[in-house]
């Protein structure tokens, strides 16, 4: 055994889970890398969670975990441990809200969960790492007319759409109600990402994105779409300066279902003369893009994350009787090689019953600022 085994034994068998010295406690905490292990670790008793206060703050960079609506629980699925955790700390529902339909889940990549409620539109935000719940005012009732939902959390409050037009929720000080951003009424926002102090709503028919400041909701600049045929399906995925277009071309069906995206650009949204560039790679970075959002992340120190590449998520119905069971997979697509494949790993044997949200990929994280 190594002499840190062997001094975690000592301890133990001298005392209890309870009583272990601070310092054990705290050099323990210090060497675990993934996020469940810490959870698991400040779980323990009081003394173990104050150890761990460090390893918690600022814990070792997390790889994305997909967010799966899955039935009867909801699934989140880490490729990194190739590990399904169902609801992990999602508070329990009451028997009031167990007799209504069941509230819809949509991730970001913050950490955090809007949970919207089908029957009524009671809001709120749930942190699954954490526990942590925010009441939001009940969203409007057009929301009830349409399953199109984009939305981002900010330290600055909430932005959502159904469709046309934004509303915003400001959380400091607590709003009493959404309300709506008059500079952006005609928006037909398909999905929104906080990035730096700012939101990036993208409208997918045009191809046009808008950066919105997060604190005084005045536009800061307009990116029109790049000189390229309107495709039949686009995401943009932001990363500090750099924003990405990815673009699926209406005749992608001669590609056959090997090909992801058939072109990708990108842009530096800050510099004066934005210019759209076409991209063959970026380097070691993966972007990870759903329906919701979009976003970049180093792939180095993650065994099986590939840099230059991007990854997505695929849906397909079973075919069967049910056509409410679905199949899920993380596709792979390689910028380089501009092919895609399926990501090995158990969620390619599993069927799960579809619900009606989408899956969502989230960034672990037990910051909830």
């Known amino acids: 055994p190594t002499p840190f085994r062997t001094r975690f034994v000592v301890a133990m068998a001298a005392t209890g889970w ?3 010295p601070s310092e054990l406690l705290s050099e323990i905490a210090g060497g675990l890398v993934e996020l469940g292990d810490i959870a698991r670790f400040r779980s323990v008793c009081s003394s173990w969670r104050a150890a761990a206060g460090g390893a918690a703050a600022a814990p070792p960079p997390q790889p994305p975990w997909l967010l799966l609506p899955s039935s009867p629980s909801r699934l989140f699925f880490c490729p990194r441990e190739d590990r399904l955790y169902p609801d992990l700390r999602m508070p329990a ?6 007799r209504r339909r069941r509230r819809r889940l949509y991730a970001s990549p913050h950490g955090w969960t809007l949970a919207i409620d089908p029957t009524d539109l009671a809001a709120s935000l749930l942190h699954p790492f954490t526990g942590a719940v925010c009441a939001l005012p009940p969203l409007p009732a057009f929301f009830a007319e349409t399953d199109d939902l984009a939305w981002d959390w900010s330290p600055h409050g909430v932005m959502a759409s159904c469709g046309e037009g934004l509303l915003f929720y400001a959380s400091d000080p607590p709003a009493a109600a959404w309300a709506p951003i008059p500079a952006m009424a005609d928006c037909n926002a398909s999905s929104i990402n906080y990035s730096g102090g ?8 045009v191809c046009r994105t808008t950066i919105v400041d997060a604190l005084t909701l005045a536009i800061a600049a307009v990116i029109p779409a790049p000189a390229v045929e309107l495709p039949s399906e686009a995401r943009i995925a ?6 990405f277009l990815l673009v699926k071309s209406k005749w992608m069906y001669l590609f056959g279902d090997d090909i992801d995206f058939s072109k990708v650009f990108r842009v530096d949204h800050r510099s004066v ?19 919701l959002h979009g976003f970049a992340m180093e792939t180095a120190g993650f065994e099986n994350l590939e840099g230059n590449t991007i990854y997505s998520v695929t849906t397909k119905e079973v075919n069967d009787r049910r056509s409410t069971t679905v199949k899920y997979s993380v596709s792979v697509f390689s910028l380089e090689h501009r092919s895609s494949k399926k990501l090995a790993c158990r969620l390619n044997k599993l069927e799960m019953a579809l619900r009606g949200e989408t899956p969502s990929w989230i960034i672990p994280s037990l910051n909830e600022g």
């Open 18 to 20: 309870s009583d272990l």
């Open 93 to 98: 529902l009451t028997a009031e809200a167990h």
């Open 198 to 205: 700012e939101f990036f709503v993208f409208e997918e028919d």
């Open 238 to 243: 932001v990363a500090g300066d750099e924003l």
């Open 273 to 291: 003369d934005s210019a759209w560039q076409e991209l063959t790679g970026i380097g070691g970075r993966a972007l990870f893009v759903d329906s």
